[in-house]
């Protein structure tokens, strides 16, 4: 063997020794279970997909994801319950468009600071959203016919 393979092992094993610790400490957690507080009512598209994520969550990792609705106030009231949560990850926010949206429509009048107090983690879904009319009103000038 030559001295450059050698060397190049050498790296490799000690890279995954000081490696160890931190893998260790990442699959640690969760080691409880976590919650995730639902800006929406039961029942709905975002609290079916919630459940389905949960669920598989709870399976794949071994520790229960336990689904907590607080609709109301345009998610405001869900989003100040994990704000207020220590950051541990234990207390998780899911909501669908309005912490893009809320900053700019209570602009210095939410209880947190979005940017400050919430980090999105990840996309569970896209919803195509739709404009629709009475079909009565066809004809006037305003709406196309």
């Known amino acids: 063997m030559s001295v450059r393979i ?3 092992r050498a790296v490799l094993t000690t890279a995954a020794a000081l490696a160890a610790p931190a893998i260790a ?3 640690a957690f ?3 279970s976590v919650r995730v507080v639902n800006a929406y009512s039961p029942g709905g598209t975002a609290d079916v997909v ?7 969550l709870s399976e794949k990792i071994g520790q229960t994801f336990a689904v ?4 109301g106030a345009a998610g405001t009231i869900a989003a100040q319950i994990v704000a207020r949560a220590p ?7 899911y909501d ?3 912490q893009s949206v809320n900053p700019s429509l209570f602009a210095g ?3 947190y600071d979005t940017r400050r107090d919430l980090v999105p983690v990840f996309l569970s879904m896209q919803t195509p959203n739709t404009l629709n009319r009475n079909v009565s009103v066809r004809g006037q000038d305003h709406w196309p016919s």
Do not use: E, S, V
Request: proline fraction near 9%; charge should be positive; aromatic fraction near 4%.
């Open 30 to 32: 969760p080691n409880r």
């Open 25 to 27: 400490r990442a699959q």
């Open 6 to 8: 050698i060397r190049r």
């Open 109 to 111: 009048k939410l209880p």
């Open 50 to 56: 919630c459940r389905i994520l949960c669920q598989a």
């Open 96 to 98: 669908a468009t309005a």
């Open 68 to 71: 907590d609705n607080k609709p």
């Open 87 to 93: 950051a541990d990850g234990y207390t998780l926010l």
